[in-house]
């Protein structure tokens, strides 16, 4: 199963989608327009780059063209939950939002979050007046919905935000080295399982010191710290989930870790602190 290339073929500078299901799509994939998302309801995982974190209803997501991403829905099993996935996604092309940087004065904000939307940018609490404006945007008028849109954008700048991809994995990204890319979708579909230095390497078609330099010269980790920094990202995310009741035993096994010695130790190299001081527990 390849990382996905998915052009959005938008007929207009940008287009506006509301999603309503029980589950959002659990596909690795990118494509060459940047793309806002509004979570409206649900909550689960998301992937971005070499970022593992959690989303939930309010949260705000940019994410920037070419970059990989996954929304993966999950539900806590609360009595009377409803099991439904709500989003509005914004998806807008780099032609369009770049006609925008000759008016710095007028519009300085919008080529500040562009630039930044490279690593991908959360927005915890963007605030009830960007969500009243991001479902404005979902309207039958083009020159009403882009107006909406740049307000939004406006509002986001002056929130708080996140930045999730780190810039080394950015930066040795090729979204044109297929080779690559199968190998990041298939350490991102299965590190919580025992994944071997032999069995990623065979699957590259290199012998384990070929793949070594190969994975160290396109990613700047080596394929362990690569491994180890997924699996810390999941355990973070799992430890500081709401109404977690998983032991920190629970979730080092869940995160893929197979010796709980070794991701205290590991965990704490990456968090500076132990997972129970972490989570507060």
């Known amino acids: 199963m390849d990382l996905h290339f998915l052009h959005k073929n938008l007929e207009t500078n940008f287009k506006v989608s509301h999603q309503k299901e029980r589950e959002f799509l659990k596909l690795w994939h990118y494509h060459p327009e940047f793309e806002l998302v509004y979570i409206a309801r649900g909550r689960g995982t998301v992937y971005v780059g070499d970022h593992i974190g959690p989303y939930q209803p309010g949260n705000v997501f940019l994410i920037g063209a070419h970059l990989p991403h996954m929304f993966e829905t999950s539900f806590t099993g609360e009595e009377g939950e409803e099991e439904i996935s709500e989003a509005y996604v914004i998806h807008f092309s780099e032609e369009f939002i770049r ?15 562009i630039n930044h939307a490279v690593t991908g940018l959360f927005f915890p609490a963007p605030g009830k007046k960007t969500h009243k404006t991001f479902k404005k945007t979902t309207g039958s008028n083009i020159q009403e919905n882009t107006l909406h849109f740049l307000r939004m954008l406006y509002l986001l700048h002056q929130k708080e935000k996140e930045h999730m991809a780190s810039p080394a994995w950015i930066k040795q990204f090729d979204s044109g080295d297929k080779k690559l890319n199968r190998i990041l979708q298939y350490i991102m579909l299965h590190f919580q399982e025992e994944l071997s230095l032999s069995e990623i390497a065979s699957r590259a078609g290199m012998n ?36 977690a009741s998983r032991s920190i035993s629970d979730v080092c096994y869940a995160s893929g870790f197979n010796s ?22």
């Open 99 to 113: 006609g925008f940087y000759r008016n710095t004065i007028e519009f300085g904000y919008v080529s500040s979050l």
């Open 208 to 243: 384990k010191t070929a793949f070594c330099r190969y994975f160290k010269m396109k990613t700047g980790k080596s394929f362990v710290e690569f491994l180890n920094d997924l699996r810390v990202s999941f355990a973070c995310k799992s430890l500081m989930e709401k109404n």
């Open 260 to 281: 709980l010695s070794y991701f205290h130790r590991i965990f704490k190299r990456s968090k500076g602190v132990s997972p129970s001081t972490y989570c507060g527990r």
